[in-house]
């Protein structure tokens, strides 16, 4: 079995882990439409090349796991794909996105640049070795219900395809009903499987199911555990944004105002920028020992 690459390269362009600036995968939760793709990958793009950040466009062809029925999923597979695989094209930015079953990964491979595995099908064996088995990097959300060891789990299972572009995201633990937590003892305890960490802080602030039909969320909490997670060492941030989160259709409790974003990742750098000076200050070189 390898062992995990540190840093992973994603596209043209992108490297996230060990030694790399801050990196930035970003976007709406599910695509909506063309124009929405475009309005915030230009956003992504100005961000990249005013700020030095490495960025990587995210958006769901489907969302498979919506709390009703009758919820808004997507485009689906093909024409999402079509979509993902066009702004790709027309920015040259990297693009991501989530698959739910095994048969979806030949597909997702040839039109992304990174496969998202989501949180709740994280310990889905065909899953991961499908994804893996593409070749292309892994985006592994740590599921909810799950202690952040654990998911030495399920980096084996890519590793075991001889696939070893790996990413592990925090994303939240169940606390309750309807209520999740960050530990950010986990970002240090998944650094130690050897992979580059994502913290994903628009998911962690979402309330699931607390909408009856749909999840909540409370996005004045974004912020601030962005910031920790950077303070601690992450080598990614996710983020969920749109022009107008509450029309969007789906996530939009949790998602991170279009115009606010590029203010943000500025604020998350000033933090990265303090923790590496002191880092350097005090001879650290390991990522998750810069607090």
Request: glycine share 8%; proline share 7%.
């Amino acid at each position: 079995m390898s062992t995990p690459a540190n840093p992973v390269s994603i596209g043209e362009g992108v490297a996230i882990g060990h030694g790399r600036p801050l990196a930035l995968i970003a976007g709406p939760c599910v695509i909506e439409s063309e124009e929405l793709l475009a309005r915030v990958a230009d956003v992504l793009l100005a961000i990249r090349d005013s700020l030095g950040v490495p960025a990587v466009l995210k958006a769901s062809f489907d969302k498979a796991n919506r709390s009703s029925i009758r919820s808004y999923r997507g485009p689906g597979l093909e024409r999402g794909l079509e979509l993902l695989a066009r702004a790709r094209e027309r920015t040259g930015l990297p693009v991501t996105t989530d698959i739910h079953l095994p048969e979806q990964a030949a597909p997702a491979a040839a039109a992304v640049d990174l496969l998202q595995i989501p949180a709740f099908l994280v310990r889905q064996t065909d899953l991961i070795v499908a994804a893996a088995e593409t070749g292309k990097p892994l985006n592994l959300k740590k599921g909810q219900f799950m202690a952040p060891w654990e998911m030495a789990n399920a980096v084996n299972k890519a590793l075991e395809t001889g696939n070893n572009r790996i990413l592990v995201t925090e994303r939240g633990t169940f606390f309750g009903y309807g209520r999740l937590v960050n530990d950010f003892r986990a970002l240090i305890w998944m650094a130690e499987l050897g992979t580059p960490v994502v913290f994903d802080a628009t998911h962690s602030v979402q309330l699931p199911g607390a909408s009856g039909d749909r999840s909540g969320g409370e996005r004045r909490f974004v912020r601030p555990l962005a910031r920790a997670a950077v303070a601690v060492g992450c080598d990614a941030i996710f983020l969920e944004t749109h022009p107008d989160p509450d029309r969007a259709l789906s996530d939009g409790p949790n998602m991170v105002p279009l115009a606010e974003l590029p203010g943000l990742v500025r604020e998350l750098l000033r933090v990265r920028a303090a923790v590496d000076e002191r880092g350097r200050a005090a001879g650290e070189v390991a990522p998750m020992t810069r607090c």
